[in-house]
């Protein structure tokens, strides 16, 4: 908490609770939340008024609709999950409640109607019927796979087996294990 020249965080091995010890972090622009972590809590992702982009987990995770407050900047959610996962809170006279647009987030200028929702293939109207995230106006396919883009650099150097390769989440694979890979912006086997 009240870091506000915090530009980035990097996750330990072991966190599996998010909670609002990561808030007020104005000059965050894109948050990736580890598999790991498998309940966001209140007040998690408040205040991060610079935040543009935000990664959800791979993983089922549950998550507080009390955690999305005051993101005037988000652009982007990336759900990666088949099954819309629940946005839950607690309201004394309402009891649990599943829905985003619930009380606190009503304090929280997040804008569904141009912040887009990303999920997987054939998940669009799943996340459209779900009581938690129907309220977003743009809700679109994304193929979660970690490749965003493929260039090749290099002419024919860049045909060598030589050539950088690279896991499935784009990250340079130095010794590769048996497994796909990208080289060469192509997808090749190693065996």
């Not at 935040?51 to 507080?64: A, D, G, R, T």
């Not at 009891?95 to 009503?106: I, L």
């Not at 109607?113 to 990303?118: D, E, G, I, S």
Request: charge should be negative; hydrophobic fraction near 35%; glycine fraction near 6%.
């Amino acid at each position: 908490r009240n870091l506000p020249e915090l530009e980035s965080i990097n996750f330990c091995d072991g966190v599996s609770l998010m909670g609002s010890a990561f808030c007020d972090l104005p000059k965050l622009k894109s948050l990736r939340v580890p598999n790991e972590i498998h309940w966001i809590s209140q007040l998690a992702f408040s205040r991060m008024e610079s935040l543009e982009e935000l990664y959800l987990p791979e993983v089922k995770f549950n998550i507080e609709a009390s955690a999305f407050i005051s993101l005037p900047k988000l652009k982007r959610i990336y759900c990666p999950l088949q099954t819309p996962p629940q946005i839950a809170t607690y309201d004394d006279k309402l009891g649990w409640c599943y829905e985003f647009s619930c009380h606190y987030t009503d304090k929280a200028p997040i804008d569904k109607a141009t912040c887009k929702l990303l999920v997987p293939p054939g998940c669009v109207e799943a996340y459209r019927n779900s009581r938690s995230w129907g309220c977003f106006a743009n809700i679109e396919e994304y193929q979660f796979d970690g490749v965003d883009d493929v260039t090749v650099d290099g002419g024919d150097s860049a045909d060598s087996p030589d050539a950088p390769c690279y896991d499935l989440y784009g990250r340079l694979a130095v010794d590769p294990a048996p497994g796909i890979y990208i080289r060469n912006g192509k997808k090749i086997v190693v065996r």
